[in-house]
Nanobody, 126 residues
């Protein structure tokens, strides 16, 4: 199995910056894509949305709402993905989740799976 542990989020003023990290551990053979998703307050009715994704080769993809403000990166040697968030807006307030497509190796078997972190709260005040 794979465990994803996210860094603590926090409270930041609009226009500020915050960096999230997510470290993967476990019986990892290789990690393919890693990504960050977010979900605003359940009362908003919004579903979990993709914020940014990065392949093992470094190709990236961003939601239109964060392009130019957020940067995703990864350290393959450490199985860690980062999300640098700049020029934060109140509408960025959400629980942010780390996600990984990983191949697990254990007991002579390998299998692919998709894994989620526990989520970390980011709150941007106006």
């Amino acid at each position: 199995q794979v465990q994803l542990v996210e860094s603590r989020g926090g409270l930041v003023q609009a226009g500020g910056s915050l960096r999230l990290s997510c470290a993967a551990s476990g019986s990892i053979f290789t990690i393919n894509a890693m990504a960050w998703y977010r979900r605003a307050s359940p009362v908003s009715g919004k579903q979990r949305e993709l914020v940014a994704a990065i392949t093992s080769g470094g190709s990236t993809n961003y939601a239109d709402s964060v392009k130019g403000r957020f940067t995703i990166s990864r350290d393959n040697a450490r199985n860690t993905v980062y999300l640098q968030m700049n020029s934060l807006k109140p509408e960025d307030t959400a629980v942010y989740y780390c996600n990984a497509d990983a191949v697990v190796s254990s007991g002579g078997y390998t299998w692919a799976g998709n894994y989620w972190g526990q989520g970390t709260q980011v709150t941007v005040s106006s």
